[in-house]
């Protein structure tokens, strides 16, 4: 039975049930899968991939039209849109993430007791991962790919926007790993976009969902947060911060904050509140500001700031909790180092804040007090990316505190086991 | 205003609300605080219980009286039950917590990327700790002392049986973080009996609860399970298996299988299941049965292990499904490792699991597969603790897959965050 005609004869809960446990039964075979295995299914991925060119563009043209009729923003179907070069991209992702290491198996740690026990910490799959995320086909192959390599099943669960193109996509990447002699249904999508599947998916489908890692706006994640009832990698948003200290290099000040706040303004990395510190306001507030309007950024601020320039719009409170995720920023002055690391504290989303300054006494207590997944001096907020840090490729950036946290690689869709092998030891009373 | 009188005059959510924000702001002291001050501190906690036993064992004597009045069980008031030794117990403990490493500030790994950017992995406290556990006042010292040492403030809620016990016991520790001028709101216990205490701690205490650690039998973990709107360290369940194998030495497995069950049949890593070998049941079943028999154990077995010996009861289907915690095993002949590892995929609780085999290849295979939290070779499941592992101290065992899975030490109590140092560096567009 064709996952459609599934669709069409079962209800929503026994339809994903039926996935679990398929998820389930791929995820335990995949686990003992060679790399070469896994690193051949990504090469099958990628000639499906580009075979079905045409079915693919076709399929993107039906989501299209659908989202045009539905009166989605210009930005949105941007994000939709698949054409040759995007696919070019698309594949080449695929052998990207072929040419990592594969994380499984690997010994993170191995020691000895003094009983001559020998204990070995080695990383293993999480088991199946439950991807939902919003309408952009290329995250369904990047995240399928990631999952498989790290040994992992996973259920994606697109946008509704998307869900023609993806169903392509995944019927190639499923093409891939039937090639390569591994269960297709290491790769699963949810073929109906009711909103109650994603429901069902929260609730652990009974126990065959090990962890979600949802990618997407603040409704989401609230939804995701109330109703989950298994572990979450959760993304709850990017409030980044550069603090730009008294000893800060006036050039490094206005080219880090430029960098960090308009290189790409819509990702989570950007900086969306610049902090100056009092005590070097005068020589480093007026450079940045000027720069950042310059580049055509609006500018918003306490008094002082606004003093600058009379383009500066006044900050309101509501300022410094916005991530404005556009080429918008807030700026306010602190009372050095101190000041700022409490307003980054009660303002931010614990995902990458940074400081700039020469003195090493300032930033390594900022590195040290600021508790957020990434903390950097001297350096763009826009580094916070899995790429950026050499993991190859992520599926996300996480800004919870267990397990993954930061950005999301082949080595964070693991977890481990101890392995401890004996000679007869028996433990005594 | 005293804990008890706050009690009195606000409601459970109120109370509750407050504590979380007094261990937030705990928790935001200590995470900086040195390996010096908090060594101090489990020293003076150490004086303190010492100094303060008078008050310990009259508190202990009402909550046993009132235990005794609800008609507790033995075993119950046994693990209530404090004198001399078991308080020098707790406070060697004190000592053993403070001689272990501190895990905060070190060091997990370090890179430099081509364009200079050095990233560091540093682990850091994981924030505010959740303890929901039974009537055992030795669990308030280990775990206050645990959590402190790993940088983090917790709130202790401990069962209502131990209630004076606990408080005496909390006392001395925040007299000890006192006088090594540390917040003594890094420890705190729930001052009332209230059930309603638990349910507001797995809602998070707006934001101010970071992870739940349930230490408690199945009705708990399966409230937390349904309740908790933050993440868990979960301990479902030890339901551990020993394998014998055809290829194991029978000295082995009788000596491994009898520790492994009766050491202490009440601990979660005892065995609950033994699996024999079809091809090796002939030499080896018979000398299992009978030590397990002779040593005072009830064995329950599917037909060819009843004809072993008339004392074998008869296996039903939910004994492979149940943990005993007491001297009874349930014993089946399986067909190899295969069917033994299928059994195990089925029946257990990816605790402990264990394999008994002079074969290499047999073993290794097991190793791999068996996706447990500690998979054993030719040793005792009883070995699943994290003194044994070399942890030092535990405050449980973890049957979950993400962050922490097996012992829970003073490692798995923190998380990490990557400091990034460049001297300048934009990202290219």
Not at 284 to 304: F, H, S
Not at 310 to 322: G, N, S
């Amino acid at each position: 039975m064709t996952d459609t005609a599934l669709a069409e004869t079962v209800d929503i809960a026994a339809l994903m049930d039926e996935m679990g446990r398929r998820a389930r039964t791929a995820a335990t075979a995949l686990a003992d899968a060679s790399t070469n295995a896994k690193n051949a299914a990504l090469d099958a991925m990628a000639a499906a991939i580009d075979a079905a060119r045409t079915d693919i563009l076709a399929a993107n043209e039906k989501d299209i039209a659908l989202a045009r009729e539905r009166g989605r923003p210009e930005a949105f179907i941007d994000r939709l849109t698949l054409n040759d070069a995007r696919i070019d991209a698309i594949i080449d992702s695929l052998g990207v993430i072929r040419d990592l290491p594969d994380p499984v198996g690997s010994v993170i740690d191995e020691w000895q007791r003094p009983n001559g026990l020998r204990i070995a910490r080695v990383r293993v799959p999480l088991g199946v991962i439950g991807i939902i995320y919003e309408a952009r086909p290329n995250v369904t192959a990047d995240a399928g790919a990631l999952c498989m390599k790290s040994g992992n099943a996973v259920i994606l669960r697109g946008g509704s926007d998307s869900i023609e193109s993806s169903a392509v996509l995944v019927r190639c990447l499923r093409q891939g790993l039937q090639e390569a002699g591994l269960p297709e249904d290491v790769i699963q999508m949810v073929p109906v976009a009711d909103r109650a599947a994603v429901g069902e998916m929260l609730k652990g489908l009974s126990g065959n969902i090990d962890i979600i890692v949802p990618r997407g706006g603040k409704s989401l994640v609230a939804r995701v947060q109330e109703e989950a009832r298994v572990p979450v990698f959760a993304h709850l948003e990017g409030l980044c911060h550069t603090y730009i200290d008294a000893d800060a290099d006036v050039e490094k000040a206005v080219n880090i904050t430029l960098n960090a706040k308009m290189r790409r303004p819509g990702i989570c990395g950007a900086t969306e509140t610049a902090l100056v510190d009092a005590a070097g306001a005068e020589r480093l507030l007026k450079p940045v500001v000027e720069a950042l309007l310059e580049a055509g950024c609006e500018v918003r601020g306490d008094a002082q700031v606004q003093a600058v320039d009379e383009r500066v719009k006044p900050a309101t409170e509501e300022d410094w909790r916005t991530e404005y995720l556009a080429p918008v920023i807030s700026m306010k002055v602190v009372n050095g180092v101190e000041e700022a690391i409490a307003h980054i504290r009660r303002y931010g989303s614990q995902h990458t804040d940074a400081i700039i300054t020469e003195n090493d006494e300032t930033a390594e207590k900022f590195l040290k007090e600021v508790d957020s997944a990434i903390v950097m001096r001297n350096a763009s907020t826009q580094f916070a990316d899995g790429g950026e840090f050499g993991f190859g490729a992520e599926i996300g950036i996480a800004t919870g505190r267990i397990h993954a946290r930061g950005p999301v690689g082949l080595e964070q869709l693991t977890t481990f086991k101890y392995q401890v092998r004996g000679n007869g030891q028996t433990r005594p009373a």
